[in-house]
């Protein structure tokens, strides 16, 4: 969150003006809505309502409703999509959604763990079914410790990505890749010295992706 954080303060800089912001899968905690700078506008979504305050909510399911249509005519500087992906039947149909919100000179960020972690590789020689991926809705199965979380309670992984499967499929979708960053979601030195080297064997990474150069071009032209 602080990485994807630093990129949305980075990117408002660049554009030198105050940006909209759309934070897909906000969270009952809207958390990333308490570090907008001054004079930005945000807006959350998710399929549970928010338990604070926050300015502009719409309750929303991925799987069942069409974002492009709930916020028609709107337009975001900045979206973050933050480990939501995973989480929905059609991955392509949300990102269809989020491109048709995206501002001309916007930035999506877009976060997703990585079934090609290095440790996933290893486990699965192993035989121990790899982390982010889930076989049953309701518990953890195959990874035979409970500290590799068998019998755990489910997140909701549906649909899971390699570092190579993402790229793919933005490619698919005509996205943009502006830059990838790795992060690693435990304190693990060796997480923090993989993720300097190594996309594909990092155990998540963000991609900071726009729209088409051609099609950025096109819409300012029009003064869409």
Request: hydrophobic fraction near 40%.
């Amino acid at each position: 969150m602080r990485r994807m954080l630093r990129l949305y303060v980075e990117h408002r800089k660049a554009l030198g003006r105050p940006v909209s912001v759309l934070d897909v899968g906000s969270g009952p905690e809207v958390i990333l809505s308490r570090y907008l700078l001054d004079g930005d506008s945000y807006t959350g979504c998710d399929i549970v309502p928010p338990v604070v305050p926050v300015n502009e909510f719409a309750q929303v399911d991925l799987n069942e409703d069409d974002l492009s249509c709930r916020f028609h005519g709107r337009a975001f500087d900045v979206i973050f999509c933050g480990e939501v992906i995973e989480h929905v039947f059609s991955p392509d149909a949300l990102l269809e959604s989020l491109k048709a919100l995206l501002s001309a000179d916007g930035v999506l960020l877009l976060s997703t763990p990585n079934l090609a972690y290095w440790a996933n590789r290893l486990l699965l020689l192993a035989g121990i079914s790899p982390l982010f991926l889930e076989n049953s809705s309701r518990a953890k199965l195959g990874r035979r410790l409970k500290a590799l979380g068998q019998g755990n309670t489910t997140e909701g992984h549906l649909r899971v990505f390699t570092h190579r499967a993402m790229l793919d499929l933005l490619s698919l979708q005509r996205l943009e890749v502006l830059a990838i960053h790795s992060y690693p979601p435990w304190r693990f030195p060796i997480d923090d010295l993989v993720c300097r080297f190594s996309h594909h064997l990092a155990p998540g990474n963000i991609y900071q992706v726009r729209l088409p150069a051609s099609t950025s071009s096109g819409l300012a032209s029009t003064g869409v």
